[in-house]
């Protein structure tokens, strides 16, 4: 069997250049059904792309790589597509898109965007050995029968190895590997800390917004506590940046200076213990869990200004540093991939064989959570289908 192009992975990537590379194309993934991430994204919702999607919102050892593939397919470009299909939307926070009602629609209008071009989806199907003599010849195993096929172009979509249990194996890494391109060493991204003491089992499902800080990166989002350690968005984006221990700087307070805050509660109601003043400010599981490190107990009159400083120069920068991450297990992305330098910007085709393209997660572009991932895929497999089409 001979097709124009072979695309694995049967994902957003994989899906979105098979619906614009034109006739003669076949997906193929081992999974029972498309888009399994899509579906399970958003809360099951879809936070289908992000309107503030550009290069300073995602993670790559070439932060110029991804300008081209966004400025040609943009944000409003999918938008356009998921309007035409009649899918109602809403922006959630941050510029972040959600739809009104299922994931589910998002995977029908890439099935039908297949569909009207006639690309052609095989589902448990297995990819063996790869090789290449001017056309592709792959050996794919379908139903129990093995077959052979031809393509004059492969597009590598599958993926990194985040959530292993729906089928992650870093496979794009051996392909590309086997045709000499660069990795660049990958790690758990958009992931939750851990932390081995289990320190924060007693404030398991508390949750309050903070600003969080690791490396170069600040995020002033929701933060929440688990029986294992830290997660919410600002844990979640922040862990992008995180490099194995180093300490996490958080704010506990982002919007009220907690120093000026007590002070001024000082003059009034002094004969109240600072731990009630702050409760007014800070979860009280919080509070107590904060009071057995700190002395919260003291009347407020009792403390200088030099002692609130101390104390809320604590609160506002408090110093923690994880054990590890919970890892791929529940990363929703991959850091690291595909070298970029061994890409074309333009086309996501690989320098050394302008046949074969590698689209999506597997490439060392890595976006934000808030529907910045999606958005890089829908570009990158766009900018993949055009030079193919």
Known sequence: MHVKTLILGAGAAGMFCAANAGPGTLVVDHAKAPGEKIRISGGGRC???????????????????????????????????????????????LGQLFCDTSAREIVAMLRSEMDKVQAQLWLKTDVG???????????????????????????????????????????????????????????????????????????????????ATAGSARFKEAMLFTHRGLSGPAMLQTSSYWTEGAALDIDLSPEVDLFAALRQARQTE??????????????????????????????????????????????HHWQLTPSGTEGYRTAEVTLGGVDTDDLNSKTMAAKTNPQLYFVGECVDVTGWLGGYNFQWAWASAYAAAEAIR
Request: proline share 3%; net charge neutral.
């Open 270 to 315: 002094g004969r109240k213990s600072i731990k009630t003043h702050l409760a007014r400010h800070l979860p009280t599981r919080l509070v107590d869990f904060l009071a057995n490190t700190q002395d919260l107990a003291a009347n407020l009159a009792d403390q200088s200004d030099a002692t609130l400083q101390t104390l809320c120069d604590t609160l």
């Open 47 to 93: 936070n289908f792309t992000n309107i503030y999607t550009g290069p300073e919102n995602l993670l790559s050892s070439n932060p110029h790589f991804a300008k081209s593939a966004l400025s040609r397919y943009a944000p409003w470009d999918f938008i356009a597509l998921v309007d035409q299909y009649g899918i109602k939307w809403h922006e959630k926070t």
């Open 129 to 211: 050995q790869i090789r290449y003599d001017g056309l592709f010849h792959i050996t794919l195993t379908r139903d129990g029968t093995a077959r052979q096929v031809t393509a004059d172009n492969l597009v590598v979509a599958t993926g990194g190895k985040s959530i292993p249990k729906m089928g992650a194996t870093g496979a794009a890494y051996d392909i590309a590997r086997q045709f000499g391109l660069n990795i660049i060493e990958t790690r758990a991204g958009l992931v939750p800390f851990t932390f081995t003491d289990e320190r924060f089992k007693s404030l398991a499902g508390v949750a309050t917004d903070v600003a």
